[in-house]
C-alpha cells in the first residue's frame, strides 16, 4: 500500500474523530503533520489525493476544507433504505447480499494488510461483542457485531470500500440488532454461540493472515444468517395462515 494511500486514510479517520463538519477547515498542516506522526510532504500528498476526490478543497491563503458533500453522501445515499426496510423487511436480504459483496471482499484485504494496531482493534471489537453477549445485552452486542465488521473494513486499508462500509453503519447495525432478536427467538443458546464461533473464526483468519480463510468464512457466517432469517421468516407466514383459518364451530 503507498504512502500517500495511508496517510490519506489516517487523515480521513482524524477528519471523522475531531467531527469536522462538511465545510469546516482542517488544522494547519504542521500540527496535522504532527498528529498523523508523517512528514509534511507526505501529509500534502495525502491531501492532493482527497481533493482530487471531491473529499477536501483547498484555497491559496486560507487552507484546506472538508468538501460540503464529503462527509453526507454515502449516508444520504442510504438513507432511502431504511425507510425501505421499514415498509418490506424483505429489502434485508438485498443488504446481506449487498454485505456478502462487500465483506468478501474487505475480509481477505484486511488478513493481507492488517496492521497490529488493526488486529488488536479487532479483537478488541470481538471481546466487547461477546462480554455484552454474556451480559443479555442485545443492544450493545448488536452494536459490537456491526462495529467488528466495520473494524475489518478500516483494516482492508481500501479507502472506497471502507467509506461505503461507514456510510451502510446505521443500516447495517439496524439489520445486524433485527437479525439477532430473531435468531433469539427461534434458539438464544444454540444461536448466539454459533454466531460467536463464526466471528471467532473470521478473526483468526486474519490474524492468520490467510485470504482466502477469511473470505470462505464470511461467507459461511452471512449464508448463516440468510437460512436462519428465511426460517424465521416461514415460521412467521405460517402463523400468520393459522391465525386466518375460520373457527371450528361446534353443533
Known amino acids: 500500500m503507498r504512502l500517500s494511500d495511508q496517510v490519506a486514510e489516517k487523515l480521513l479517520s482524524l477528519i471523522q474523530a475531531q467531527d469536522i ?9 504542521r500540527g496535522l503533520a504532527q498528529s498523523l506522526g508523517v512528514s509534511r510532504t507526505a501529509l500534502r500528498e495525502a491531501i492532493q489525493k482527497l481533493s482530487s476526490h471531491g473529499i477536501l478543497t483547498s484555497r ?7 468538501a460540503a458533500d464529503a462527509r453526507p453522501w454515502p449516508q444520504q445515499s442510504m438513507s432511502p433504505l431504511g425507510a425501505l426496510m421499514q415498509q418490506d423487511p424483505q429489502y434485508r436480504y438485498d443488504v446481506l447480499e449487498s454485505r456478502y459483496a ?8 484486511a488478513a493481507q494488510r492488517a496492521t497490529d ?12 461483542m461477546v462480554e455484552h453477549q454474556q451480559r443479555g445485552n442485545a443492544e450493545l452486542s448488536a452494536h459490537a457485531d456491526a462495529q467488528f465488521h466495520l473494524a475489518i473494513a478500516e483494516a482492508s486499508h481500501n479507502l472506497v470500500l471502507l467509506q461505503i462500509m461507514r456510510g451502510l453503519f446505521d443500516l447495517m447495525l439496524s439489520t445486524v440488532a433485527q437479525n439477532r ?7 438464544s443458546p444454540a444461536s448466539q454461540d454459533k454466531l460467536t464461533h463464526q466471528h471467532q473464526a473470521l478473526m483468526q483468519s486474519i490474524l492468520d493472515g490467510d485470504p482466502e480463510q477469511a473470505r470462505a468464512v464470511i461467507g459461511q457466517h452471512l449464508d448463516y444468517i440468510r437460512a436462519t432469517l428465511i426460517k424465521t421468516d416461514e415460521d412467521a407466514a405460517r402463523h400468520d395462515r393459522s391465525t386466518r383459518l375460520p373457527s371450528p364451530t361446534h353443533p
Open 21 to 29: 463538519p462538511p465545510g469546516g477547515r482542517l488544522p494547519a498542516e
Open 60 to 66: 491559496v491563503g486560507a487552507g484546506t476544507f472538508l
Open 102 to 109: 462487500l465483506e468478501s471482499s474487505t475480509a481477505s484485504y
Open 117 to 128: 494496531a488493526d488486529k488488536a482493534k479487532i479483537q478488541r471489537c470481538f471481546d466487547q
Open 181 to 187: 432478536r430473531n435468531m433469539l427467538i427461534l434458539d
